[in-house]
Every structure is written in C-alpha cells, then in structure tokens.
C-alpha cells in the first residue's frame, strides 16, 4: 500500500462546476498537508497548505484535512479554464524539511 | 526575482552512461532537494541539501547521487543509467525559516535513456 493514494483521473468537468479532489493516507505522521498544481511542461507550485487538521479558504479554493480518516480534499469552486492542471496532495512528517509524500495526482480539465 | 534554473532542460542518454543534472535555486534560498517524476511511479524525493549537507535521502539506489555548493547550487548524478531511469527531473528550494509547506520548482530536465 501507498503512503499516499490519490485517484489519477482524469476529471472532465464543465465552467463554473465544483470540482472536488481527495487524497487518502496511511501514516499517521503526516502533520503538514499541501496541494500543488502543476501544469503540463511545468514545476509544480504551491496552491494551498494545511497544517494538521482543520479547514482553509483562499479565494475559490478550500482545504480539508480530516486527521481521524485521513483524508484531505481540495474544493475549488467556479472552476475556471486555467484551472486545467495536474493537482497533486502531499505530505510531511517534519516542518522545515523539502521531503515530501505527494500523491500521483489527478488531472483536470475544466472545459468552457 | 529569477526562479529555480534546472539544466540542461532536455537529454537522450544509453544505457550504461552516466548523466549530470545542475541546479541554480531561487536567490537566497539554501535548501535544495531533487525529484524524479515518472507516469507510473510520480513525484518521489530522491534527496535533499542544506549547508553543503545532505539531510535526507530517498529511497533510489546509489546510483544516485548528489551535492550541494557553497553558493547553494546542486547537482545530481545517475550512473550506469537504466531505462527506468527516463523521467523527468524536477529540482526544488525553500527558504529556511517558517514551514509553509512550499518547495519552489524548476521546469525540470526530461531525462529520456535508450
């Protein structure tokens, strides 16, 4: 089993949907939750962090971490054409260290 | 302010060589760490510097290797490369301090071994 499981998609959905991402885990230790987005021929870049459990709002996206499940999810609401990406989870047993856990991502594309 | 430089952004190895990635992290940065991304495997830390120092390694065989300069640039080393080891190469860095969870990426070297 995977540290980290998330569902590869790929995920069609129409302008202006509620697109809803989620990822599951299986070690405990993960404190520090992330999502990043990736697009095609680039690095991926920090959307939102989370650290241990708990809700966070920025603009039209939400991150959920539910440490009891754990499971975390990505709300994005009004999606939007330039969300097309790749979203990737990812996780950290340690503050102040680069190594991270991600998840292999799910592909989106918001269609207008 | 300049990103996370990665060359050279495309490479065609054989089998059996030997490839050198570079990395110039964003300005002020001392942390630097290496990914390997496939379709089948994705995103997997290969490791990570600080100070010149490694402080964390991933599970890659070694094979891989890498290091970091005095002025924080990095390199990282495949040797006897295999075909599995085709993949995209993607080098982060962070600014030390308060943890927010963000790695700044290179576009990353596409590494493709026949």
């Known amino acids: 089993q995977k540290e980290v499981e998330q569902d590869p998609g790929p995920l069609s959905v129409p302008e202006g949907a509620i697109v809803s991402l989620n990822c599951t885990y299986s070690?405990?230790?993960?404190?520090?939750f992330m999502w990043y987005r990736q697009y095609s021929r680039k690095g991926p870049e920090l959307l939102m962090y989370?650290?241990?459990?708990g809700n966070k709002e920025d603009g039209r996206f939400t991150a959920q971490v539910d440490k009891s499940s754990k499971y975390i999810s990505l709300f994005i609401r009004d999606s939007q054409p330039s969300d097309s990406a790749t979203y990737l989870c990812?996780?950290?047993?340690?503050?102040?260290?680069?190594?991270?856990?991600f998840g292999k991502g799910t592909k989106l594309t918001v269609n207008p | 302010k300049a990103g996370v430089t990665q060359t050279p952004r495309y490479l065609i190895k054989t089998r059996g060589q030997q490839v050198t990635l570079s990395c110039s992290p964003i300005?002020?940065?001392?942390?630097v760490s290496w990914y390997q991304q496939t379709p089948g495997q994705g995103l997997q830390f290969l490791f990570e510097?600080?100070?010149?120092?490694?402080?964390n390694k991933g599970n890659f065989p070694g094979r891989f290797s890498g290091r970091q300069f005095s002025n924080s640039r990095s390199e990282m080393n495949v040797s006897t490369l295999e075909l599995g080891d085709s993949a995209l190469y993607l080098c982060?860095?962070?600014?030390?301090?308060?943890?927010?969870?963000?790695?700044?990426f290179g576009e990353g070297s596409r590494l493709t071994v026949l």
């Open positions: 990812a996780m950290s047993y340690q503050g102040g260290s680069e190594k991270l856990v």
């Open positions: 510097y600080f100070s010149e120092t490694q402080r």
């Open positions: 989370t650290y241990s459990s």
């Open positions: 982060a860095s962070s600014l030390v301090g308060q943890y927010t969870g963000e790695l700044f």
């Open positions: 300005s002020g940065h001392r942390s």
């Open positions: 070690n405990s230790a993960f404190q520090y």
